[in-house]
């Protein structure tokens, strides 16, 4: 896999999770802040997964998925090509990211269509 650590690399990484999870160290990380550590998948809502096929994540994003998958968990997975990581980001109009944004938009409204019984008045 071709990775430009430009993009994004272990600092970024590091400053990522530093940003998301504050003070809090390794060991401290809730599994619903990385869902991806918990042992047992069981009971997670529906997942939609979308990376492209050069983004540094994206084993990881498969590994997850297939983990999900095997946990019962209803999910997605979308590895759009020769994509990297943000892409749809970086290239808003391009016709990759505008197919992601439908892919992602379909999926989420499905799932929530699936959550909101019958009948239920709209906000």
């Known amino acids: 896999m071709v990775q430009d650590p ?9 400053l990522g999770w530093a940003a998301y999870l504050g003070v809090l160290s390794a060991e401290g ?9 918990a042992a047992d ?12 096929e050069l983004d540094g994540f994206r084993d990881e994003d498969i590994s997850f998925a297939s983990r999900l998958l095997a946990a019962g968990v209803p999910t997605e997975l979308h590895v759009y090509p020769g994509a990297v990581h943000g892409f749809d980001l ?4 391009a016709a990759i990211s505008v197919r992601f944004r439908r ?7 499905r799932f929530l269509a699936e959550r909101v019984p019958a ?5």
């Not at 009971?43 to 979308?50: D, F, K, Q, S, V």
């Not at 892919?103 to 409204?109: H, N, P, Q, T, Y």
């Open 103 to 109: 892919d992602r938009d379909e999926a989420f409204d």
């Open 119 to 123: 009948g239920t008045p709209s906000s």
């Open 90 to 93: 970086f290239a808003p109009d």
């Open 6 to 14: 430009r993009l994004w690399n272990v600092e970024s990484n590091r």
């Open 29 to 37: 990380v809730p599994a619903y802040a990385a869902p991806g550590r």
């Open 41 to 52: 998948l069981a009971g997670l809502p529906p997942a939609w997964i979308g990376t492209g």
